[in-house]
């Protein structure tokens, strides 16, 4: 299950309560959440996030990187001596790339803020070619997924263009065509409150397509006029890497947009992409 900016400090109850129903009901084998788990940064926003996400998650995977605003923005002292102090506390190492083996999944994790950047994202060589081995050595037939927070330069099924939200379109770009190269099937991310399911790669480019799958906010008011969102994503089978003739998983992206007419995370759509 993929949510993204939950933005606590502007949470809203109801759609907490709809997520954790959600979670019972779907069972994730993981829980990846890209980004902005705090309006401001603060403390009690930071206790509220991880009292509710290590709850939620109840011995399941949860896997998270930081957003901009998991970054303290006014408190200057704090954002420039231990920046990453209070997410590192709560959910982890927020080390630049880390890389975990989930069932048939290869997930690598990138940071893609930085201190002297306020919004857009920030990749360089080094994360770069960090990821791009990572996702070469993958087990054989895994799925490959990084989760970062903002999202990489993309296209609809029509071809146009989204920039993504990177200060380097450049730099996003040749990302985008190493970590595919490499084999990266899929990317998780978040960042401007907007749902999309994109192709990574023009549909002509390459004969494996990646996708970049952005949930829109899972649990704030900040809406952005869509409603709460998230992804689950599953596969048809675990992996098995003794069978080397084994087709790839067959992967199925589903959204979950919440309803204020039934107070319940509902599915309002499903791709195969694969």
Same mark, same amino acid.
């Given at each position: 299950?993929?949510?993204?900016?939950?933005?606590?400090?502007?949470?809203?109850?109801?759609?907490?309560?709809?997520?954790?129903?959600?979670?019972?009901?779907?069972?994730?084998?993981?829980?990846?959440?890209?980004?902005?788990?705090?309006?401001?940064?603060?403390?009690?926003?930071?206790?509220?996030?991880?009292?509710?996400?290590?709850?939620?998650?109840?011995?399941?995977?949860?896997?998270?990187?930081?957003?901009n605003h998991d970054l303290p923005l006014f408190r200057f002292?704090?954002?420039?001596?231990?920046?990453?102090?209070?997410?590192?506390?709560?959910?982890? !190492?927020?080390? +630049?790339? &880390?890389?975990?083996?989930?069932?048939?999944?290869?997930? *690598?994790?990138? /940071?893609?803020?930085?201190?002297?950047?306020?919004?857009?994202g920030t990749l360089d060589e080094e994360q770069v070619a960090?990821?791009?081995?990572?996702?070469?050595?993958?087990?054989?037939?895994?799925?490959?997924?990084?989760?970062?927070?903002?999202?990489?330069?993309?296209?609809?099924?029509?071809?146009?263009?989204?920039?993504?939200?990177?200060?380097?379109?450049?730099?996003?770009?040749?990302?985008?065509?190493?970590?595919?190269?490499?084999?990266?099937?899929?990317v998780f991310c978040g960042h401007t409150h907007h749902a999309?399911?994109?192709?990574?790669?023009?549909?002509?480019?390459?004969?494996?397509?990646?996708?970049?799958?952005?949930?829109?906010? !899972?649990?704030? +008011?900040? &809406?952005?006029?869509?409603?709460?969102?998230?992804?689950? *994503?599953?596969? /048809?089978?675990?992996?098995?890497?003794?069978?080397?003739?084994?087709?790839?998983?067959?992967?199925?992206?589903?959204?979950?947009?919440?309803?204020?007419?039934?107070?319940?995370?509902?599915?309002?759509?499903?791709?195969?992409?694969?």
């Open positions: 299950m993929h949510v993204s900016d939950l933005h606590f400090g502007t949470e809203t109850p109801a759609v907490c309560v709809a997520l954790r129903a959600l979670i019972d009901e779907q069972d994730p084998g993981a829980l990846i959440v890209s980004g902005d788990l705090t309006q401001r940064a603060k403390p009690s926003e930071f206790e509220a996030a991880a009292q509710f996400l290590h709850d939620a998650a109840q011995g399941r995977a949860l896997l998270a990187v930081p957003g002292v704090e954002r420039a001596a231990a920046p990453y102090r209070l997410f590192s506390r709560h959910f982890g !190492s927020a080390g +630049r790339v &880390q890389c975990h083996d989930l069932g048939a999944f290869r997930l *690598v994790l990138i /940071d893609t803020t930085r201190v002297f950047r306020h919004k857009r960090h990821v791009e081995a990572a996702l070469t050595s993958a087990p054989h037939k895994a799925v490959c997924a990084v989760v970062c927070h903002h999202p990489l330069p993309a296209f609809s099924d029509q071809g146009e263009r989204f920039r993504g939200a990177f200060a380097s379109e450049l730099m996003a770009e040749t990302a985008v065509e190493r970590w595919a190269q490499a084999g990266l099937d899929l999309r399911v994109l192709r990574l790669t023009s549909a002509h480019a390459h004969t494996h397509t990646p996708w970049l799958i952005q949930a829109g906010t !899972s649990l704030s +008011r900040r &809406q952005r006029n869509e409603p709460n969102s998230l992804f689950v *994503v599953s596969t /048809d089978h675990e992996l098995e890497p003794s069978l080397e003739l084994a087709l790839r998983p067959r992967l199925l992206c589903e959204r979950w947009d919440f309803s204020i007419n039934t107070q319940r995370f509902e599915r309002v759509q499903q791709v195969l992409l694969n």
